[in-house]
T-cell receptor, first 114, second 113 residues
C-alpha cells in the first residue's frame, strides 16, 4: 500500500508526557499537511511543510506543539507536556506539489490524554 | 467558529431515497472539495469544484458550487447503504492556500436497507 502512513494509530499519554506522531507521505510527495479533528468538530489545519521547511504554521498552537519534515524520514508532529484538551485525531495529508488539487489523507493517529 | 456550515448535521434515510447535504459560508472560496470519511479512517476526496455555478456528477452523486462561490451542495440519488458515512465539505480561501483547507463539521449520513 503506497498510501500516506501514520503511526502510531492510537497513542495514550498521561498529562505532562510527550506525544510524537509520525507521517510518511505517499511516494513522490514532498508536501505534508497536518490537521487535527476534535470530537464533534471539523478538521482544523495545523501546519504545512515541505522537505526541511515549514511553509505555514498558522494553525499550530503557540506553545508545546512543533512539526518537522526532515530531508530523510517521516514528518513528525510533536506535542510536549500534553493536556487533556490535546486528545484528538491527528491527520496527515500529502500532495505531490503545490496546487495539484488533491490531498491524500492518512488514517490518522488518535491521541488520548489521561 | 466554523467558516463553513454544513446542514443537516445528521441524516437518516431508507435505501432508494434521495438526499441533499448543504455547505454554506459568508466567505468566498477559490475552490471547494467534498470528502467522505469512514469511522477510524481519513477523509477521501470525492470531488473538487472551482468555478461558480459548476455542476459535477459522479455516478449517483451530484455536486454543485454556488454562483458566488460561497456555498455548495451534494445530492445523492437513490441512496444505497454503501453511501453511509461522514460527508465533509472543505474550501480553500485563495489559490495560494489550496492545501490549507477550511472544513465544515460534517454531515453524518446513514442509509438503512
Amino acid at each position: 500500500n503506497a498510501g500516506v502512513m501514520q503511526n502510531p494509530r492510537h497513542l495514550v499519554r498521561r498529562r505532562g508526557q510527550e506525544a510524537r506522531l509520525r507521517c510518511s507521505p505517499m511516494k513522490g510527495h514532498s508536501h505534508v499537511y497536518w490537521y487535527r479533528q476534535l470530537p464533534e468538530e471539523g478538521l482544523k489545519f495545523m501546519v504545512y511543510l515541505q522537505k526541511e521547511n515549514i511553509i505555514d504554521e498558522s494553525g499550530m498552537p503557540k506553545e508545546r506543539f512543533s512539526a518537522e519534515f526532515p530531508k530523510e524520514g517521516p514528518s513528525i508532529l510533536r506535542i510536549q507536556q500534553v493536556v487533556r484538551g490535546d486528545s484528538a485525531a491527528y491527520f496527515c495529508a500529502s500532495s505531490p506539489g503545490f496546487g495539484t488539487g488533491e490531498l491524500f489523507f492518512g488514517e490518522g493517529s488518535r491521541l488520548t490524554v489521561l | 467558529t466554523q467558516l463553513l456550515e454544513q446542514s443537516p448535521q445528521f441524516l437518516s434515510i431508507q435505501e432508494g431515497e434521495n438526499l441533499t447535504v448543504y455547505c454554506n459560508s459568508s466567505s468566498v472560496f477559490s475552490s471547494l472539495q467534498w470528502y467522505r470519511q469512514e469511522p477510524g479512517e481519513g477523509p477521501v476526496l470525492l470531488v473538487t469544484v472551482v468555478t461558480g455555478g459548476e455542476v459535477k456528477k459522479l455516478k449517483r452523486l451530484t455536486f454543485q458550487f454556488g454562483d458566488a462561490r460561497k456555498d455548495s451542495s451534494l445530492h445523492i440519488t437513490a441512496a444505497q447503504p454503501g453511501d453511509t458515512g461522514l460527508y465533509l465539505c472543505a474550501g480553500a480561501i485563495t489559490t495560494d492556500s489550496w492545501g490549507k483547507l477550511q472544513f465544515g463539521a460534517g454531515t453524518q449520513v446513514v442509509v438503512t436497507p
